[in-house]
């Protein structure tokens, strides 16, 4: 690929599944995925190979012991911290290639030290009131369609 990739960041994922499946569509999109913090499985669970299949050897996979190691590793970034905390919309933002879109874990979500301490930066998928969140593979598959959308797609070749 030519351009720089979008990078998923998963904080402290719960389910292998999720994971998986997150595996799964950074194969199909060209992205990075970064795995945060103590994860809630082991990296051969049964479930997350299942899910991500034998997409698995195609993705870029990096584990990093906390957001702050993450943030400080790329400094020159933008971070993009999704919660159902945040207020901005995530179609109010510009992104570029190789902005880090960072997600919490199923259970907890995201540390809100990070969601109210950027709030430029912190975003929200809408949804109806009075209802938890979205799962955590397709609020991911959501927020990097719109950003892959933004930027024309341009890992594909429309042509063929």
């Not at 569509?25 to 795995?35: E, F, K, Q």
């Not at 990096?62 to 020159?76: T, W």
């Not at 919490?104 to 009131?129: A, H, Q, R």
């Not at 927020?143 to 070749?157: I, K």
Request: with cysteine.
């Amino acid at each position: 690929m030519d351009k720089e990739s979008f990078r998923i960041v998963l904080h402290e994922p719960d389910i292998p599944q999720n994971t998986g499946n997150i595996i799964r569509l950074c194969s199909c999109t060209g992205s990075s995925l970064y795995l945060v913090g103590k994860l809630g499985f082991h990296l051969t669970d049964r479930h997350m190979k299942r899910a991500g299949m034998d997409y698995i050897r195609d993705v870029k996979i990096e584990k990093a012991a906390s957001l702050k190691e993450l943030r400080d590793k790329f400094p020159d970034n933008n971070f993009y911290y999704l919660s159902t905390k945040a207020v901005k919309n995530y179609t109010d933002i510009e992104f570029k290639p190789g902005d880090f879109l960072v997600f919490g874990s199923e259970t907890k979500g995201l540390p809100e030290e990070f969601v109210f301490s950027n709030p430029e930066n912190s975003l929200t998928i809408p949804m109806l009131d009075k209802k938890r969140s979205l799962n955590l593979a397709n609020s991911v598959s959501v927020v990097l369609y719109e950003a892959l959308r933004q930027n024309n797609f341009w890992y594909t070749d429309f042509s063929k």
